[in-house]
């Protein structure tokens, strides 16, 4: 069990409290409910880059990251299409500053334009690392606009292009800020080594005097129905091999056909033992890798099946053998109660693992939290425990090739 | 309204007071390490040999051996392997390092007890079937492949090997043909040499108790192999270094650096001293590289130093990605910081946050039920006095400016460094 407490500040900020005594820090984990599907399709990347301004000095502290180190602490964060998460970790005994820092900043930022010039070529270096030296690093630009035409989930979390975050400008971060960094936007978890009484204590004195500066994110968008129909894309890549990808949209995690998806992936492609490791990689000699997994996500899930081939196997064949094993893992061909009780056992081990981690927690907190879904923190192992076969085979058969988005990656320097 | 302009006070971490675990012989003759115990429900059982690449005889032998142990024994295939463990929740991971080599086993303590057989006939009676070497290889050469289309894999892979020549055991990389050749001789004769189970040290932490020893115990007096070899790891000194590497990839529009030297193994009184530099260098986001690569002028995403263990020393690296057109300005300014450590070494406030970031970071990193084992393999590999954790912070806050001056100017010459640059070069290999 996670045991926790939760009370809202006057100007919105919820906040949770975790208290961990054999911990010797305090981590302040804050999640934004921003992320990539808030930006303008002309102005994508931004939530990412706002990520790296935050780090550059607000109002009243101009150089966070010197009083974080000074404090004997370190910080970081992460942007997803759906929100942003800042965390920091101190020792316990300076919690305090911990406070001062995140307040600060989400009171107002230092903005200038030598700071936000420097992290657009920090950003843009970022960009080129992940998308354009690496293997499949433009999957998710691909598998994005294969999946929506119209919605705001169209795009990555690090920018459609280079030339939307080169062309950033004070005005624009200034206006995001102000948008979307305030209390009624946030959900502040504190955990470790600290009081309930000294939280609250804190959080009135820190965090009280900010004034939200507009209502919480709405959270309104474009709702776009799933494809309809097949849809295709292929390209080259750095990858030497041929490979596919398949992906479909599903339920979203507060939907618990999401967690029937989350098993049949595992039971599919989590393991070795799985048929798309027996059949695809051991057995037909076809692939050196043969993968799923399904990311359950706020307003979106994602059920991604790929496979990476070797020398002389065409994507097309590559694709029928993955609808091979699909399609007899879709009836329950593979698959019998013992392997679903594995996969269940797998999830309760997960869970317990995820337990020993502060900050592991901490993120969790916020992520329930902001979803609306504090109270189940504590039932998910109940949630998988549920899953019976008929469920599983039932949210499968959704995976069709109907509404499924296919790309083929060509090495480089094969490709006609 | 609280007075945002005044830091709240900061309290220096100076001490750690934190409960190590004890070593114990047990029946089996294997040593165990118990980490405090916490109470999750779970544990992590880590088998540690004190070998790795830097004894195998062929590229890619250790590391493969050491997978291929859940290749398949006289009595199980892989699948059952596999089944044993993940029926119960349980997940096994195999790590091979240059001078040490684990098996994780992360499990539900109730459930270590149905864990054990399969481990414990993995360990003794592995037998290397053909049919998943080869599975192996294909696998193995296919991820290689692609990790081989990245600037930062050569970078680093020039540099190194320029250290301490080709495909060599201190560097650890291997060919596509390396590993299409080895042979289940080569697998069978490096596990034999090497990875006995009862020449194993264990380490058990999480949530156990006396009867999870006793298991262990019990289990591991099932092994009847014997280790042949007690192999010394190699003494040969590394290369004369070439001063500079260079290699284009046609598809980059990033460069990747690696500067890398290596010395003698220093004491357990001056690594902690020299960690501190390396903090200063690159070791942290406050670091000059940090601050002034990317945080003042932009020029870069990742830009850091670390200092890890060779056979008979320590390899000294600083690793970036960085934008083509600002390569030379790039190494310009890592001389001018390389120089500056000794010329204009930190002090003051600099220093002071350096060492306060030292102490809260060493304290939060033993936080946690599995922190310990990999800071006792540390002091396996290095030799460092078992108290080694309770006196590094003392000698970190105890280390003056004029003792960075010399360290920098003794370890921080630039001309010291081998230079590899990968990815968008311009220059034809």
């Keep these: 069990m996670i045991q926790y407490s939760q009370f809202t500040l006057g100007n919105g900020l919820r906040v949770i409290h975790h208290y961990d005594p054999d911990s010797s820090v305090v981590i302040l984990n804050t999640l934004f409910n921003v992320g990539a599907r808030d930006e303008s399709p002309d102005k994508t990347g931004f939530a990412h880059l706002f990520e790296h301004l935050m780090f550059g000095g607000s109002a009243n502290i101009p150089e966070y990251d010197k009083v974080v180190e000074k404090a004997g602490g370190s910080n970081n964060a992460y942007t997803t299409n759906e929100l942003t998460n800042y965390y920091i970790t101190v020792p316990h005994e300076n919690a305090e500053t911990a406070f001062w820092l995140e307040s600060d900043r989400m009171l107002s930022l230092d903005f200038s334009q030598k700071s936000l010039d420097v992290q657009k070529g920090v950003v843009c270096e970022e960009f080129k690392q992940r998308c354009f030296n690496a293997p499949f690093g433009q999957l998710w630009h691909h598998i994005r606009a294969l999946l929506y035409k119209e919605s705001s989930y169209r795009w990555p979390t690090i920018g459609l292009e280079l030339e939307h975050i080169e062309q950033a400008s004070l005005y624009d971060v200034k206006s995001f800020f102000y948008r979307y960094y305030h209390p009624q936007n946030a959900i502040l978890c504190v955990a470790g080594k600290i009081s309930e009484e000294k939280t609250v204590e804190l959080c009135e004195k820190w965090y009280a005097d900010i004034e939200p500066t507009d209502v919480g994110n709405q959270n309104i968008y474009l709702h776009e129905n799933p494809p309809n129909q097949r849809r295709f894309f292929e390209t080259t890549d750095l990858s030497p091999n041929n490979a596919v990808f398949m992906v479909w949209r599903g339920p979203v995690f507060s939907d618990e056909k999401s967690v029937d998806l989350e098993l049949f992936s595992e039971l599919l492609g989590g393991s070795e033992n799985g048929p798309l490791y027996q059949k695809l990689v051991k057995q037909s000699g076809c692939f050196s890798a043969a993968e799923c997994f399904y990311t359950r996500g706020i307003g979106e899930g994602l059920f991604v099946l790929y496979g990476i081939l070797n020398e002389g196997v065409t994507n097309e064949e590559g694709e029928k053998q993955l609808w091979f094993v699909l399609n007899n893992a879709k009836e329950g061909g593979f698959f019998n109660e013992n392997d679903l009780k594995t996969a269940k056992n797998k999830a309760t081990a997960a869970l317990l693992f995820e337990k020993t981690s502060l900050i592991n927690k901490a993120q969790k907190l916020c992520y329930f939290a902001n979803l609306g879904l504090l109270r189940n923190i504590n039932s998910e192992n109940e949630q998988y425990q549920r899953v019976e076969m008929s469920s599983l085979i039932e949210s499968a058969a959704t995976l069709k090739t109907d509404n499924v988005s296919v790309i083929y990656y060509h090495p480089k320097t094969t490709h006609a | ?429």
């Design chain 2, 1 to 429: 309204m609280p007075d945002r302009l005044l830091a709240p006070p900061s309290i220096p971490i100076k001490e750690i007071d934190f409960t190590q675990g004890n070593e114990t012989k047990l029946n089996c003759g294997n040593v165990i390490y118990c980490s405090p115990k916490r109470d999750f429900g779970v544990l992590k059982l880590d088998i540690y040999w004190p070998e790795g690449t830097a004894v195998q005889s062929k590229p890619a032998q250790a590391r493969a051996a050491l997978q291929l142990l859940f290749g398949g024994t006289q009595n199980r295939t892989a699948e059952q392997i596999l089944d044993g463990f993940e029926s119960h929740g349980a997940s096994f991971s195999c790590n091979t390092g240059l001078l040490g080599s684990s098996i994780s086993v992360k499990t539900i303590s109730a459930n270590l007890v149905y864990i054990l057989p399969v481990l414990i006939d993995v360990l003794e009676n592995a037998c290397f079937p053909q049919n998943e070497i080869n599975l192996f290889k294909t696998v193995e050469v296919s991820s290689l492949q692609r990790k081989m289309q990245t600037p930062g894999y050569w970078s680093q892979r020039l540099c190194l090997e320029s250290l301490y020549g080709e495909s060599t055991p201190e560097t650890m990389f291997s060919n596509p043909e390396h590993i299409e050749d080895l042979t289940h001789q080569n697998l069978f004769d490096y596990t034999k040499n090497h990875l006995a189970g009862n020449n194993a040290m264990l380490f058990v932490s999480g949530d156990y108790n006396d009867h999870t020893i006793s298991l262990i115990d019990n289990s591991f007096l099932a092994l009847t192999t014997k280790q042949l070899n007690q192999t010394n790891t190699p003494t040969t000194k590394p290369n004369k270094p070439t001063q500079s590497i260079t290699k284009h990839l046609p598809h980059s529009n990033q460069i990747s650096l690696c500067m890398a030297k290596n010395f003698d193994r220093v004491s357990h009184t001056m690594f902690p001293q020299l960690s501190l530099l390396n903090l200063f260098l690159g070791g942290f986001f406050g670091s000059r590289l940090m601050q002034d690569l990317r945080e003042e002028k932009g020029l870069t995403y990742g830009i850091g130093s670390n200092i890890s263990l060779s056979c008979t020393g320590h390899t000294w690296m600083i690793t970036g990605e960085m934008n083509n057109q600002n390569a030379e300005l790039t190494q310009s300014c890592i001389r001018e910081i390389l120089n500056g450590l000794s010329s204009n070494p930190p002090m003051g406030e600099e220093l002071e946050k350096a060492k306060l970031y030292y102490g809260g970071q060493l304290r939060g990193s033993m936080d946690g039920p599995f922190s310990e084992p990999g800071r006792i393999q540390f002091l396996l590999k290095t030799g460092y006095p078992h108290d080694y954790y309770k006196t590094v912070l003392n000698t970190v806050w105890e280390t003056k400016t004029d003792t960075l001056a010399e360290l920098a100017y003794n370890y921080l010459q630039p001309d010291s460094f081998t230079i590899a640059l990968a990815g968008a070069t311009g220059i034809s290999n």
